[in-house]
């Protein structure tokens, strides 16, 4: 099921930096990576539409103050999935700059095949028993025990070949998606870019309201 996209508007009136250092404990509460810090901006603002609400973020570099126009690009799982809005891009229209936030985007436009790496292996382990079995039941041997023998080699090959494919349809699939992904990404921003001048300051949509749509995925 698709995510949601949120796009909301407004002028900041408030920003709120802070910064807390995250250890990550054992059940034996024994520290069980280094310790690292973790910042956070809290951004209030007038919406175009009158309301005010906050938003957080973390770990950008991404530089705002009060008065400055920004574009909150954020998603939003459905039903079961939905664990509350997560951040994608932040725009900061009045100076032209934008931060990504590559979890967020990877959660909005990720894709996963809808046949896998072990049922593509599979059926391509049988195509290669089938042959096989063919191969040796009506080339190499004709007619030899009704074809059992030529059962069993299929069979062997197709169950010894499966490790094999299933290793290369998961690196096609790693590579394939990742290619996707960057394609999608890279037209994704282009559209989020367009949208965001769309409320910057002077603009004759500046005030419209803030929409939803669907993830692409």
Known sequence: ????????????????????????????????????????????????DGAEQKFDFEDTELGVRETQRVVIVRGQGKGKLDRGPYNIVLFNVSSGERGEFEGGLRTFLGHTPFFGPLWKAA?????????SWFVATFVVNPGSNGGISGLWLGIMFGFLSYPAWWWLCRTWDRITERMRYRAAKKKFLAEMSARALAYAPGSPSADQPETTQESPA
């Open 1 to 48: 099921m698709a995510d949601k996209l949120l796009v909301r508007a407004g002028d900041v009136i408030d920003v709120q930096l802070t910064s807390e250092t995250v250890v990550i404990e054992g059940a034996d509460r024994r520290q069980v990576e280094p310790g690292h810090i973790t910042n956070r901006m809290r951004l209030f603002v007038k919406l175009t």
């Open 123 to 131: 059926v391509i382990s049988l195509g290669v028993a089938l042959v």
